[in-house]
């Protein structure tokens, strides 16, 4: 048995945004809490515009800049509260996503984010209604129940997640990602990638999830170069934002050794999450080889490869594949300039610690296609750093 969370509407399409005001009136929202990645976002006026059309008032922030911390969501759900907010839009990035994902929920169930986080208390009620448009493709926030949040305290990022949190509208306008930087464009794009794979060979993968996986993967493959090289090519973002989608939609299956690594090691050392998972993708690849040979050879005929049978060579190709768009891309292949950047040693006490570090954030997802142990960790991480 398994079980899928979806949204309720989805808008696709440039010119999509335009929605907005419509999404508004069905839910009959009286005050939008809007966040944004930025005051300056040339889709936010797009966005106060229809809200004043369906006669709702405004409360605007862009505080998230960066990474959302446990102290900034509980600081959103505050504000939510004491401005009598009664529907969400999120316009951004992951990062935005993901704040205002915790915050709607914590603004109607009470209590911490850490107390969410860390102590696995219950979430009970339906959040503020969350409209959802995604500015990056990358991380498929928009289409899960889960929110990853930083733990300062800790340096850890570590997840929550309900059924009660999944957005109930989300808009896919490829226009409004025309903006995005191509450096951001290439990561987070290798985000969308390693959600694809790893939910495909994942131990908990079914029927619906390996349709949505595959054709993610397809869709970066076809179009992530395109545009990073071009960031006005509007086929190109489209194509991206449905593969971030769809690769969102498939982690209902679960995430594996790259993600294990990647998360936790992406709050320690600042790496931003696409990169860290450009880094661990290949690693993680190789790792699973023996156990994914006819995963991989599907994996390679998705991104374009002409692979005849499923053999340990062939699945060898779809690896190279991946590292192929990695490097035509330009993302990350090594943690060493991040730890170096924030000072950090991976000596032997200090990759010990690291590896202790990995294995108390994500030491409890199993559902990598081979076992996950500290030494495995301990193996990826230190070739990582060479």
Known sequence: MFEITHNRNIFCGEGSISQVENVITAINARKLFILAYSQDAPALKD????????????????????????????????????????????????SVLDAAKAAAMIATNGGTAEEYQMQGRGISMPSLPLI???????????????????????????????????????????????????????FTGIDALSHGIESYVSLNANVYTKMYSLKAIELVGKSLASAVADGTDMNARADMLYASYFAGCA?????????????????????????????????????????????YCEIGRALGLELKGESAEN??????????????????????????????????????KTVEFVTQATGHIKCNPRPVDAAVVKDVVARAAL
Request: proline share 5%.
């Open 251 to 295: 982690l209902h299956a679960g995430i594996g050794l790259a993600h294990i690594i990647a998360q936790p090691l992406g709050g320690l050392f600042k790496i931003p999450h696409g990169e860290a998972c450009s880094i661990f993708l290949p690693y993680a690849m190789e790792f699973n080889l023996d156990n994914c040979v006819k995963e």
């Open 132 to 186: 959802m448009v995604p500015t990056t493709a990358g991380t498929g926030s928009e289409s899960t129940k889960t929110a990853v949040i930083c733990n300062k305290k800790l340096d850890l990022k570590k997840s929550f997640y309900s059924p009660h949190m999944i957005a109930a509208t989300v808009i896919l306008d490829p226009a409004v990602t025309v903006a995005l930087p191509s450096k951001v464009t290439a």
């Open 315 to 352: 699945a060898k190709l779809a690896i190279e594949k991946v590292k192929e768009l990695i490097s035509t891309v330009g993302t990350a292949t090594s943690i060493r300039p991040f730890v170096a950047a924030v000072g950090a040693e991976l000596d032997s006490a200090g990759l010990d």
């Open 47 to 94: 966005v106060i515009s229809a809200a004043g059309k369906a006669n709702a008032d405004t409360y605007i922030c862009d505080i998230v800049q960066d990474e959302p911390d446990l102290t900034i969501v509980d600081r959103l759900a505050a504000v939510m509260n004491e401005n009598k907010c009664d529907a969400v839009l999120a316009l951004g990035g992951g």
